[in-house]
């Protein structure tokens, strides 16, 4: 006797629940039946038909269900609820959709609530309140719960719905939901998520479980999976690499968004791990490459002559490194639609040699060629930068010198004192890096910025990669932990200074000063 069997009618009861009882909450289809896709209808019935040949109980206790963006998966696990709360055997059951914050974990809750209150079979047998909805007649109730929830203990689950799991902060609410169900017959886990970039992380070692029990490598008869995924060696501006990784390609998901966004992941190199990620389910590393040399090399126009700026305004940004390393000072200046860049460095004078083969690159011949300035003894000497960048306030009109709060001198104050110059500091996180570092690089593929070349900086601006954040905020980061990225560090904080100057502008020229 085979140990499973597939109970083919409690596999259509489920599927049959959904598209009788529950609807669509938002767009065009609001008020309208769910009606599965074949894909839909397959992960229910897996999940209710398949049974144990003794005990007659679901075989199915863990699940794991990674799909991109737009394939319908949080509204999928708002039927599942909506039919375990209503139809299951098991009474005095308790669900929980969970996320990593109230928000998320929120989401698949208010689409459930919509679900019953629109049905008037299911309204009429359940409760739904702020917070939770009963169904009295068996004593369950569903709730949504968060990571940052007071208390996630005590709990005896029967059915948890995760949605989200690659943003999870960290395993202890999986750990504890996932726990609470042992005191139940048939309970199930099931998480939800595309993919993400932390492999540090409980998604995905949970994508790596899932995978090695498809592979056999593991033997876990309990745990189904059910992933859509392109391979990263797919070319991902094919249609048939679109179709592979989501099942509802042609239905939610038009063919024409999919080619513009896979366009823009072939054209802005920051946004391809996220096109990667969300749209072909494809883990990927939390770092990624940013722009090619090519790219930057086509900026630079060996006919512009800089003295024409001479006496024009411009916005700074400085980047100061440790004492015994580079720092960099770049000006920015906005002429004709376009930005020229102007970048100086500093190291310390004593054992270039070393730092040279250290970080294998020739800081003496940038010494010896003027394109970097080396400071007497083995520190940086910060009164040469003082000095430099009073001089260049004499050249130019330097508006104001943005600098990374975190990491104030006592220069910063004595540029101020001595010298009246407007500093402003400014955070080095996601949130504050992230559009200025967006718009330099559209700056940069359009060839809208003007440099001169410098080889410390371009050596400097090969050194970068990208991180993101699960908001999809970008910063730049080193590619390794020897490697410089002082120079690109500043212009960022030069063009956020620019970009500062001109919102504020922009308001006061649109609807002037309000008084009170």
């Known amino acids: 006797m085979n140990k499973f069997y597939f109970d083919e009618e409690e596999a259509k009861k489920s599927i049959n629940f959904i598209e009788k009882f529950c609807t669509h909450t938002k767009g065009d289809l609001a008020g309208e039946p769910l009606l599965l896709e074949p894909f839909q209808k397959k992960i229910v019935g897996d999940l209710f038909g398949w049974k144990n040949s003794k005990t007659k109980l679901r075989k199915y206790k863990v699940a794991l269900i990674q799909l991109p963006r737009k394939n319908g998966k949080t509204t999928l696990m708002a039927g599942l609820i909506c039919y375990c709360l209503f139809s299951l055997k098991e009474r005095g059951n308790e669900l929980y959709a969970a996320a990593g914050d109230r928000g998320q974990a929120g989401i698949i809750f208010s689409i459930v609530s919509q679900m019953v209150l629109q049905n008037e079979h299911l309204s009429k047998r359940a409760k739904v309140f702020r917070n939770s909805i009963v169904n009295e007649s068996k004593g369950n109730f569903f709730q949504a719960i968060s990571s940052d929830s007071k208390t996630k203990h005590g709990f005896s689950a029967g059915i948890v719905v995760m949605d989200e799991l690659h943003v999870q902060k960290n395993r202890d609410l999986y750990d504890t939901l996932l726990t609470s169900t042992g005191a139940r017959a048939e309970p199930l886990f099931i998480s939800i998520t595309t993919s993400g970039y932390d492999k540090n992380s409980i998604g995905y070692e949970i994508y790596s479980y899932a995978k090695n029990v498809e592979s056999n490598i593991i033997k876990d008869d309990s745990f189904y999976s059910c992933i859509f995924e392109a391979d990263k060696e797919d070319d991902i501006t094919l249609e048939s690499t679109w179709k592979k990784a989501n099942p509802c390609y ?194 940069i593929l359009e060839k809208k910025i003007i440099h001169n070349n410098n080889p410390a900086a371009n050596w400097m601006l090969s050194n970068v990669s990208l991180m993101e954040d699960p908001a999809g905020n970008i910063k730049i980061s080193k590619q390794k932990s020897k490697s410089k990225i002082d120079f690109v560090a500043a212009m960022i904080l030069a063009l956020a200074d620019f970009m500062s100057c001109e919102s504020t502008e922009s308001v006061y020229n649109h609807r002037g000063i309000i008084t009170i």
Not at 283 to 288: H, I, K, L, P, R
Not at 355 to 383: K, L
Not at 418 to 427: Q, V
């Open 250 to 443: 042609g239905v939610s998901l038009k063919k024409e968004y999919m080619k513009r966004e896979s366009q823009r992941a072939m054209d802005v190199p920051s946004y391809r791990n996220t096109f990667l990620r969300l749209h072909l389910n494809i883990w990927t590393d939390s770092y990624s490459s940013w722009l090619t040399s090519g790219e930057w090399d086509a900026c630079y126009d060996s006919g512009f002559d800089y003295s024409t700026l001479e006496g024009k305004q411009c916005w700074g940004g400085i980047d100061l490194s440790t004492t015994r390393d580079i720092s960099a000072v770049v000006l920015l200046f906005h002429e004709n639609e376009k930005f020229i860049i102007l970048p100086f460095f500093f190291i310390p004078k004593d054992n270039l040699k070393n730092r040279r083969d250290r970080d294998g690159v020739d800081y003496e011949m940038f010494v010896r060629d003027n394109h970097v300035i080396a400071t007497e003894g083995n520190v940086i000497d910060y009164n040469v930068i003082k000095e430099k960048i009073n001089e260049l306030g004499n050249k130019y009109k330097i508006q104001s010198i943005s600098y990374d709060r975190w990491n104030a001198s006592m220069l910063v104050s004595s540029l101020i004192e001595d010298y009246g110059i407007n500093m402003s500091p400014l955070g080095m996180g996601f949130v504050s890096q992230s559009a200025p570092t967006k718009e330099l690089e559209k700056l």
